[in-house]
C-alpha cells in the first residue's frame, strides 16, 4: 500500500505553500524548494487553481521555459482533491499525483495537502568519487605545476574546495578522491582540505590514466550508490534535491544537465533531397542540454559494471552508452542553477569575478 502524509495548512504556514498565477517561475521554485514538501499551491483571485511541483518546473525548461515566465501557464489545473476524511488510502492508489488537496467542502479552503512519501537518501548509503586525475591540458600553463582542480577561485579557495563544500553542506563528508597527475600537491593539501570542508578524504591513486570513468571501478562498495563529481565542477544547483530524484525515481543512473544556448554566425538553409529552399533562418537560437560533470549510480548498475565495461579504462559517455544499450533507466536531471565549465582561463576568470561580486566563496 502506498504511504502518505498529511502536510496540514494553517494561518501561520499559508505563505510557505501558497503563490498566484502571475508569480513567476522561479519565485514558485524558491517556495518548493524552502518549504521542503516539493510542492505550491497556485491561487487566482484568492482561489486554488492548481498544484506546481518541481517536476513541472523541470519540464517546462526542458521546453525551454525562462524562471521569469509566469507559472499560471504551467500548473497542473485539475490535480486530484478530496474532502476531509475521504478515504486516502484507495484516491492514493488510483492515482499518478504525488500530491492532493484537502479541501473544506463548506468553505471551499485548503485544509491540508496528502503527499506520498518518497525515498530519502542516507549519507552512509552513498559512496562520494570526486574525480581529479586528470592533466587539464587546456588551462595551458596554469596547470603546469597544479592540477586544475586546485586552481584557486578566491583567496585561499580552490575549485576542490568548492566541490568539498558543497559535498559537506549536503552531510556527504567522506570522499574519496581519485588523483594521477601531480598527485604529491592533493597530498600535501590533504590536512587543509578536510579542515576547510570538514570531510574525510581518501585519495585513489591511478598508476595511469584512467578516463573520466574509470575510478568508478576502483571507489565502487557493496550494496552502495555513488555520487560522482569533477573535481573542477562549478555550480550552485542543488545537491539534496538531485539525490532526492535520483531516489524517488528508483533509477539506474542520474546525469546531471544544465541547460546552454547557442546562436549560430550564419542563416542556416533547409534543403530538401532535390536541392529546393525549405526554410531560411537567419542566425537561429538553439537550446541544448549538456553533462553538468555530476552523476548518481545506483547499486544496481554498480554491480554491472564488470559486464558493461570490459576493463578499467574507459570514459563516462561509454559507460553511458553501454547502459543505455543494455536498457537500464537513465534518467536526466536539469538543473536551473548557475553551472560553468572551468575548462580554459577565461572561464575561471568568470568564475574568479563572478565570487569577487559575491563578496564570498560559497556556492
Known amino acids: 500500500m502506498t504511504k502518505y502524509v498529511r502536510l496540514p495548512i494553517t494561518d501561520r504556514s499559508f505563505d510557505r505553500f501558497v503563490c498566484n498565477v502571475s508569480d513567476s517561475l522561479e519565485l514558485a521554485l524558491s517556495l518548493i524548494r524552502n518549504n521542503n514538501a516539493g510542492f505550491c499551491i497556485v491561487r487566482e483571485n484568492g482561489r486554488m487553481v492548481g498544484i506546481l511541483c518541481e517536476s513541472e518546473v523541470r ?34 492508489e488510483k492515482a499518478p499525483f504525488i500530491v492532493i488537496p484537502e479541501i473544506n467542502e463548506s468553505t471551499g479552503e485548503i485544509t491540508a ?34 592540477p586544475k582542480p ?3 577561485i578566491a583567496d585561499g579557495f580552490s ?11 549536503v552531510n556527504l563528508r567522506n570522499v574519496k578522491i581519485s588523483v594521477n597527475y601531480l598527485r604529491d600537491e592533493f597530498f600535501k593539501r590533504k590536512k587543509l582540505l578536510e579542515k576547510k ?110 559486464s558493461l565495461i570490459s576493463n578499467n579504462n574507459f570514459d563516462m559517455p561509454d559507460l553511458i552508452k553501454a547502459a543505455k544499450d543494455r536498457g537500464l533507466d537513465i534518467r536526466v536531471f536539469p ?3 548557475e553551472w560553468m565549465d572551468v575548462g580554459n582561463p577565461s572561464v575561471l576568470a ?8 559575491l563578496g564570498g566563496t560559497s556556492i
Request: proline share 2%.
Open 159 to 169: 575549485l576542490l574546495d568548492n566541490v568539498l563544500k558543497s559535498l559537506s553542506d
Open 59 to 92: 519540464k517546462a525548461w526542458i521546453q525551454g521555459a525562462e524562471l521569469a515566465q509566469s507559472c499560471g501557464e504551467f500548473i497542473n489545473r485539475q490535480p486530484l482533491k478530496m474532502s476531509k476524511g475521504g478515504d486516502v488510502n484507495v484516491i492514493m
Open 197 to 306: 570542508s570538514r570531510t574525510e578524504i581518501n585519495f585513489l591513486e591511478e598508476d595511469q590514466f584512467l578516463g573520466t570513468g574509470g575510478p568508478i571501478c576502483n571507489a565502487k562498495e557493496r550494496t552502495k550508490g555513488m555520487l560522482v563529481m569533477n573535481g573542477d565542477v562549478y555550480t550552485k544547483a542543488s545537491l539534496k534535491t538531485f539525490l532526492d530524484y535520483g531516489y524517488s525515481t528508483k533509477a539506474d543512473m542520474v546525469i546531471m544537465a544544465a541547460r546552454q544556448t547557442r546562436q549560430e554566425q550564419f542563416g542556416v538553409l533547409s534543403l530538401d533531397g532535390d536541392s529546393r529552399l525549405i526554410d531560411l533562418q537567419e542566425k537561429p537560437i538553439s537550446q541544448y542540454f549538456v553533462s553538468a560533470g555530476v552523476y548518481y549510480f545506483a547499486p544496481s548498475i554498480l554491480d554491472e559494471l564488470d
Open 113 to 146: 495537502v496528502w503527499q506520498t512519501v518518497r525515498p530519502r537518501w542516507k549519507s552512509d548509503e552513498i559512496v562520494v568519487l570526486v574525480m581529479a586525475g586528470g592533466r587539464g591540458s587546456r588551462m595551458g600553463e596554469l596547470t603546469n605545476k597544479l
Open 335 to 337: 538543473i536551473f542553477e
Open 350 to 357: 568568470k568564475v574568479r569575478a563572478e565570487l569577487h561580486r
Open 150 to 152: 586546485l586552481l584557486e
